[in-house]
């Protein structure tokens, strides 16, 4: 049995089944694939979460080669996208990020791209990181990425560099975030190597090669039709409108209660691996462990994406590359990031056409009140909030006679968030789920991290993990209502 019918939950599904087992699969929405989901908008199929993945790892590739979609894989443009500093002039303060080192940390910090963006000052700074001793920085717990950063290379690098790929990303301030979750094996690296540039340099060479990023012709959205298609067509019964109240153990079996179209059903299962969001996991098995209420995480950020498709063409030459990243403290600008669509990926720009262009605009970060523009702005105000955002960060007018179709894509909660010590709360959550029982188990972004990389990997090992444990109990449980 699968709780959670989002990316985690398919791909657990998938293994499971791979291991030769009968699979329920229960999502409580009308659809599968949680953030990742597309839609149709003036003509174009576009994507309304996810729009790429990470190739510092073959997961997703692999997978998309798995799936029948490996020759729709492709690479961004190499323009690369440019950061948005703080600056009366905002044309003057938007700079090319520079694409050295890991997470904005630069392996280099006296490259001719670095001084652009930190300044001279900045740069000398910066320097200091390859004498400074590392001291207790690569060992000590519960470091945050900024502690670290601002430790080593100061504060230009942290605030033009970081901070901006930190928000675009994670949607987070650096000094929120715990860096072994967000950039494994860095502090390690940096004990070995002696200093934070020198690690992130290391890190971004034992990547595979190309860009850092992928994508799918047609949009990642495909990554989960396909393997919903697969499931179903290798036997997984797999239901929405699933409402799971309750789930209970006795000698060696589990039963799942649920709530749909006002019925009460209740299912027998061997094994259960619950793969839903992290409020709603542990709302769901704390009954069961009840020291698991304590780990129960903080509410993550909502983001809207507001996506203009317009006729403006000053934009075919692409003036900010694939798009801009947004420090903090950019006065007269809301958005924490704008993707520049058309020019980022060529398969749309080919269906687009000269002159049409497709922007992303994403807002809302940790740490926003309800008086920043976010979940909290009606759609008509993150519109025209966009409309100034795009012609502010693009520095070409772009007006409301210049838009063809638009949308706002709103996401509560979707983005789970590393912050200090999350390692440690993910370790102690993993002990109790395994104290209870080897016959259950627990997913999803809020654990494994953000990306499809991570929620991919761990789904697997989780499902495998469960179905190790099946293979070595007796299995009474009848997986039929």
Do not use: C
């Not at 798009?323 to 403290?329: D, I, P, T, Y």
């Amino acid at each position: 049995m699968v709780i959670g019918g989002g990316m985690a939950g398919l791909v657990a599904a998938r293994t499971l089944l791979a291991q030769g087992l009968h699979v329920t699969l229960l999502e409580r929405s009308g659809r599968f694939g949680g953030t990742v989901d597309g839609r149709m908008l003036g003509g174009f199929q576009l994507d309304s979460g996810a729009e790429s993945f990470s190739t510092r790892s073959a997961t997703v590739s692999a997978l998309a080669a798995e799936l029948g979609l490996g020759d729709r894989i492709v690479s961004p443009d190499a323009t690369g996208a440019w950061v948005q500093l703080p600056g009366k002039d905002l044309q003057a303060s938007a700079q090319p990020l520079p694409n050295s080192g890991v997470l904005g940390i630069p392996a280099d910090p006296s490259a001719p791209a670095i001084t652009a963006v930190i300044g001279r000052a900045g740069a000398l700074r910066a320097a200091l990181d390859r004498v400074l001793p590392v001291g207790s920085l690569a060992t000590r717990k519960k470091v945050s990425l900024g502690e670290l950063v601002r430790t080593r290379m100061g504060e230009e690098v942290l605030t033009r560099l970081v901070a901006p790929v930190a928000g675009g990303v994670f949607s987070a301030d650096p000094d929120d975030l715990d860096v072994d979750s967000v950039a494994p094996g860095l502090r390690v690296t940096m004990g070995r190597l002696g200093s934070l540039g020198a690690a992130a340099g290391a890190l971004r060479e034992a990547a595979p090669a190309g860009a850092a990023v992928g994508g799918l012709v047609g949009g990642i959205a495909q990554l989960r039709d396909a393997l919903v298609e697969q499931l179903r067509a290798d036997g997984a019964d797999l239901r929405t409108g699933e409402q799971v109240s309750s789930v209970a153990r006795s000698a060696s079996a589990w039963t799942v209660t649920t709530e749909h179209s006002g019925l009460t059903r209740r299912i027998a299962a061997d094994g259960v691996l619950v793969a839903t969001e992290g409020r709603a996991a542990v709302d769901l098995l704390a009954p069961a462990i009840p020291t698991l209420a304590a780990e129960r995480p903080d509410p993550v950020p909502g983001v809207a994406l507001v996506t203009l498709i317009v006729d403006v063409p000053e934009l075919d030459a692409r003036p900010r590359g694939t798009g801009v990243l947004v420090a903090r403290g950019v006065e007269g600008v809301a958005a924490k990031a704008l993707t520049h669509s058309t020019a980022k990926w060529a398969w749309l720009r080919d269906q687009a056409g000269p002159g049409s262009h497709v922007l992303r605009l994403s807002f809302g970060r940790v740490g926003d009140t309800p008086a920043d523009v976010g979940l909290a702005s009606d759609d008509d105000v993150l519109y025209q909030h966009a409309l100034a955002d795009a012609s502010s960060l693009l520095g070409v007018p772009i007006g409301a006679a210049d838009v063809l179709d638009w949308d706002v894509v709103r996401w509560a909660g979707a983005l789970p968030h590393a912050s200090v010590g999350h390692r440690e709360r993910v370790a102690r959550i993993r002990a109790l789920v395994a104290e209870e029982s080897r016959t259950l188990g627990i997913t999803g972004g809020w654990l494994a991290g953000t990306g499809l990389v991570a929620v991919i990997d761990d789904a697997r090992a989780r499902a495998k993990a469960l179905a190790s444990a099946l293979a070595d109990a007796p299995l009474t449980g009848d997986p039929t209502d």
